[in-house]
């Protein structure tokens, strides 16, 4: 059974940094493309960050520069590192982890249950 937990959400004023951070098992991790996606109220939900087996990240637009992705295959853990939050970061971020064999589709693999980063002005 596919299970990814995501930890680390909280409140947080603007300019400030956040990490979270997703734990997975049930999936032989090396094999998963994982990403992080948000949904603000009101909003569909996006992609912030993926990551391939072999490290190779996109960011969306809005992200660049500040958010930065990363993994630890060790660990079967991936991490988001949030710098200089916005107002606008504000929503429930998600852990997804497809299979590289299909990895264009974020709804054919699995997702967290979501952690909730508010930031203030």
């Known amino acids: 059974q596919v299970q990814l937990v995501e930890s680390g959400g909280g409140l947080v004023q603007a300019g400030g940094s956040l990490r979270v951070s997703c734990a997975a098992s049930?999936?032989?991790?090396?094999?998963?493309?994982m990403g992080w996606y948000r949904q603000a109220p009101g909003k569909e939900r996006e992609m912030v960050a993926r990551?391939?087996?072999?490290?190779?990240?996109i960011y969306a637009d809005s992200v660049k520069g500040r958010f930065t992705i990363s993994r630890d295959n060790g660990k079967s853990t991936i991490y988001l590192q949030m710098n200089d939050l916005k107002p606008d970061d504000t929503a429930v971020y998600y852990c997804?982890?497809?299979?590289?064999?299909?990895?264009?589709?974020?709804?054919?693999?699995?997702w967290g249950q979501g952690t909730q980063v508010t930031v203030s002005t």
């Open positions: 997804n982890a497809v299979h590289m064999k299909n990895p264009h589709d974020p709804n054919l693999g699995s």
């Open positions: 049930g999936i032989i991790f090396s094999f998963h493309v």
């Open positions: 990551i391939t087996p072999g490290a190779s990240t």
